[in-house]
T-cell receptor
Framework: KAGVTQTPRYLIKTRGQQVTLSCSPI?????VSWYQQTPGQGLQFLFE???????NKGNFPGRFSGRQFSNSRSEMNVSTLELGDSALYLC?????????????FGPGTRLTVT | SQKIEQNSEALNIQEGKTATLTCNYT??????LQWYRQDPGRGPVFLLL?????KEKRKERLKVTFDTTLKQSLFHITASQPADSATYLC???????????FGKGTRLSVIA
């Protein structure tokens, strides 16, 4: 089975711009979670989707949003980028929701905001 | 406030020894606890999951304990090898409906 794929792998944006990141889960997985990883804060939860519905949301400003499509693929969007948004954005998929499932992570998208 | 603390940022041990990593938490009541391994430039990889009613879980050279009274999990790698060098993350989940919350990780270096 192919693993979780994320596109693009690297991105450089300017402050004030917006960005859309994409995640394709493992075939058959219906849950997708997004995390932001920085050296100072570690891995922080952004949001989780299951069956096209947002099930959980982390403590991030409204500039961060996401969605999930009927084929379980997911996108996250960050508007009005700030320097502090520079981070590795990781997507993880799991078979379901409501129990504790192991998460399968993608390689991440490295976002640099200048 | 809620906190997950992994004992140290970095841990160096000699090849062949047992590495023990600690995960302490406050103001959580996790039903589940997971451990992941992360190599530089890559996403975390799942290693083990343990439930609150389980004291111990093993997988090959790995062992995890979960003490809900002490609010602590210990992660052991026996007969450590240089290939075990990586950052190890613990993650808590209060229930199946809540998100997985990660600690900041411990960077393990196994020296030959």
């Amino acid at each position: 089975k192919a693993g979780v794929t994320q596109t693009p792998r690297y991105l450089i944006k300017t402050r004030g711009q917006q960005v859309t990141l994409s995640c394709s889960p493992i075939s058959g997985h219906r849950s997708v979670s997004w995390y932001q990883q920085t050296p100072g804060q570690g891995l922080q939860f952004l949001f989780e989707y299951f069956s096209e519905t947002q099930r959980n949301k982390g403590n991030f400003p409204g500039r961060f949003s996401g969605r999930q499509f009927s084929n379980s693929r997911s996108e996250m969007n960050v508007s009005t980028l700030e320097l502090g948004d520079s981070a590795l954005y990781l997507c993880a998929s799991s078979p379901g929701w409501g129990l504790s499932y192991e998460q399968y992570f993608g390689p991440g998208t490295r976002l640099t905001v200048t | 406030s809620q906190k997950i603390e992994q004992n140290s940022e970095a841990l160096n041990i000699q090849e062949g020894k047992t590495a023990t990593l600690t995960c302490n938490y406050t103001n959580y009541s996790p039903a589940y606890l997971q451990w992941y391994r992360q190599d530089p430039g890559r996403g975390p990889v799942f290693l083990l999951l343990i439930r609150e009613n389980e004291k111990e879980k093993r997988k090959e050279r790995l062992k995890v304990t979960f003490d809900t009274t002490l609010k602590q999990s210990l992660f052991h790698i026996t007969a450590s090898q240089p290939a075990d060098s990586a950052t190890y993350l613990c993650a808590l989940q209060n229930s199946g409906n809540t998100p997985l919350v990660f600690g900041k990780g411990t960077r393990l270096s196994v020296i030959a």
